[in-house]
């Protein structure tokens, strides 16, 4: 179980590259209620309404792994989960199928992470290799008179740069109750919902049909990535199993829902492709 103190006291925000509009459907299979936000230029920012890590066995920077993991294999677009507690604050960078990025400071500033953690942060997000990455090295050096939650504000400082801007209000160290409190309030709030698998699977595949991804919509390369994620699922479902993390559990459900619809459109479209230009008299 975890410690009650850090469990009280712990709070998170998930910053999504991505407008509102994207960002709301990607993330009703978490299913948990969540507050959506705008967040500056081509970012937004979900605010959960609950706190799974009192009562779900996992500290809060595991669930917000969970969470990070699950939005990002099933985007284009990475997530950047921010956590603390009452010992430690800290982030999860996750971008499609590549491995979570992260790092971590202690309540009084001190950075315990790995300063290849901050390089490959500002490749994967496409932060200015000098000015930006110097900024980052700084919140990697000893600094009395930075904690915890100064090192976060550091952090977006740095992201500000991209376009990100938190709504007035939302501060990473803030209790999890207060951001609740404040993103309810907002006029441009968002309300995300679980409604069950079949919307899901509902949204996924109209998100096939819209999406202008050429090749990849059908043919080797959409077959190939379809194969990956249903590859993928099945090691992400064991883990939520094993750790009882649902958004390990949930985001290898997902991608069963988009590899599977993704074979299947690609079925369909080539089985309709020489019916159709039969039709026109185009084909023998």
């Not at 890590?53 to 500290?59: I, S």
Request: proline share 7%; with cysteine.
């Amino acid at each position: 179980m975890p410690d009650v103190n850090r469990a009280t006291e712990a709070g998170a925000l998930l910053l999504c590259r991505a407008e509102p509009s994207v960002t709301g459907p990607a993330a009703h299979p978490l299913r948990e209620s969540m507050l959506l936000l705008p967040a500056g230029a081509e970012w937004s920012v979900l605010v959960p309404e609950g706190k799974p890590w009192l009562h779900g066995g996992e500290p809060v920077d595991r669930v917000l792994t969970g969470w990070a993991t699950a939005l990002a294999v099933g985007s284009s677009w990475p997530v950047l989960a921010l956590w603390w507690d009452h010992d430690r604050s800290g982030f999860v960078l996750a971008a499609g199928f590549r491995r979570t990025v992260a790092y971590e400071w202690l309540t009084n500033g001190t950075p315990v992470g790995e300063d290849e953690a901050m390089r490959t942060f500002a490749v994967r997000l496409g932060l200015d290799p000098v000015r930006d990455m110097a900024s980052l090295k700084d919140l990697t050096r000893p600094d009395t008179g930075s904690d915890a939650s100064a090192r976060l504000r550091g952090l977006l400082a740095v992201l500000t740069r991209t376009g990100l801007t938190l709504p007035t209000g939302l501060a990473p160290g803030d209790p999890a109750d207060r951001l609740r409190s404040v993103a309810r309030i907002r006029p441009d709030v968002l309300h995300i919902e679980w409604a069950g698998w079949r919307d899901t699977v509902r949204a996924e595949l109209g998100a096939v049909e819209s999406r202008a991804l050429g090749p990849w919509t059908r043919g080797p390369g959409a077959r190939a990535l379809a194969v990956t994620q249903l590859a993928a699922a099945l090691p992400l479902i064991a883990l939520g199993l094993r750790r009882r993390g649902v958004g390990w559990f949930f985001a290898g459900g997902l991608l069963v829902v988009q590899g599977a619809l993704g074979l299947v459109y690609d079925r369909l479209r080539t089985d309709d492709g020489p019916r159709a230009e039969d039709a026109t008299g185009t084909r023998p």
